[in-house]
């Protein structure tokens, strides 16, 4: 799928991707998904995405061949490809820190590169598409297991990590009211992680009924149709003794709706990195002391954020890409 600009992508043949590097391989894809990051490109949100960019950072596949390095793959395994591309060698991927490598992304020291993504991730090309170039073969892909549904596998390369750590970055007590906002698929992971990590209420928060009546049913939650609530604080506090969740997080990120003014200088007229309206959201609702997780994605550099509140609340604001690679053995268990 290529990028030809805002709101404009086609589908286009490209030259084949070939081995650039003895660590490369080249993977036939054969399941992709498409992201809601991907639609933050898409809608133009994201600086430096180049025209003739292959999206796509959800996908597995086949190898098709490795370069003269690889030790860990051989043609015709399959895999499945997290979304981040990393070197597992450097300072921060010792750490297990494999979305903030140091080695893979010229154009940044935040972030470190993501398949499918703008120049700001590395611009690598991605996944959907029918063969993709994967460096540090060695280090990112993992074999299927044998018994896994691709159908399933997939799920593993962004969105079941993100929500997983999503909830894990909550630090979840035993018994904690955990309040996720956004229910598409990152938000649903969330809320079943939370309840797997000792949660003892769960409540999702989202306008779109099809999706609250799926979570409510997968993730066994409550739910909240924020078009009914006038003041989402103070829904929340009526809902939790007066003192707020424990753990708000954000599964929504850079095109938030629900206000007005945040839509338009965020989305329309991308003054700011994207609608913070969900980050007003779980700063206000959280109660004092509490944590709030994000794992929305946010347009570089500026947010208006009330970063007064939390500070006055002593709240604890954990947030980052998710580093696939660390929580693969573990939802593979799951799974």
């Known amino acids: 799928m290529n990028y030809r600009g805002p709101y404009r992508v086609r589908a286009e043949e490209k030259d084949e ?109 991605g996944g959907q598409a029918e063969l993709v170039r994967v460096p540090f073969a060695d280090i990112g892909p993992t074999i299927l297991p044998a018994d896994m549904d691709e159908d399933d596998a997939v799920l593993l390369t962004d969105a079941f990590p993100t929500g997983y750590q999503a909830a894990e970055m909550g ?21 079943k992680s939370a309840w797997l990590l000792g949660a003892g209420r769960v409540i999702v928060v989202d306008h779109i009924e099809y999706r609250l009546a799926f979570v409510k049913e997968f993730a066994q939650c409550e739910t909240v149709d924020f078009k009914s609530v006038s003041d989402m604080a103070i829904h929340l506090k009526k809902m939790t003794d007066g003192l707020g ?45 509490g944590t709030v997780s994000v794992v929305g994605v946010y347009g570089p550099t ?4 009330p970063f007064g509140n939390a500070v006055n609340k002593g709240l604890t604001l954990r947030m980052n890409q998710a580093s696939v690679k660390r929580h693969l053995p573990r939802l593979i268990e799951h799974i």
């Open 17 to 125: 991707p070939v081995i650039e590097h003895p660590n490369d391989a080249i993977v036939r894809v054969t399941r992709a998904c498409i992201c809601g990051s991907d639609l933050h490109l898409y809608h133009g949100l994201v600086p430096d995405t180049r025209v003739g960019t292959t999206f796509g950072h959800e996908f597995t596949g086949i190898v098709e061949e490795v370069g003269p390095s690889v030790q860990s793959l051989k043609k015709g395994d399959k895999v499945l490809v997290p979304f981040n591309i990393f070197c597992g060698t450097c300072f921060f991927c010792r750490r297990e820190l494999f979305s903030n490598c140091h080695n893979t992304n010229p154009e940044a020291t935040a972030v470190g590169a993501i398949f499918g993504y703008s120049h700001t991730a590395g611009g690598y090309n």
């Open 171 to 191: 630090g979840i007590q035993e018994g904690d009211t955990v309040v996720v906002f956004g229910a598409g698929p990152v938000g649903i992971f969330a809320a």
């Open 245 to 289: 969740p424990d753990i708000c997080i954000d599964c929504v990120g850079a095109e938030a709706a629900g206000n007005f003014t945040q839509t338009l200088t965020g989305v329309k007229l991308k003054l700011q990195g994207g609608a913070a309206t969900v980050l007003h959201w779980a700063i206000n609702s959280v109660r004092n002391g």
């Open 302 to 305: 500026f947010s208006a954020v």
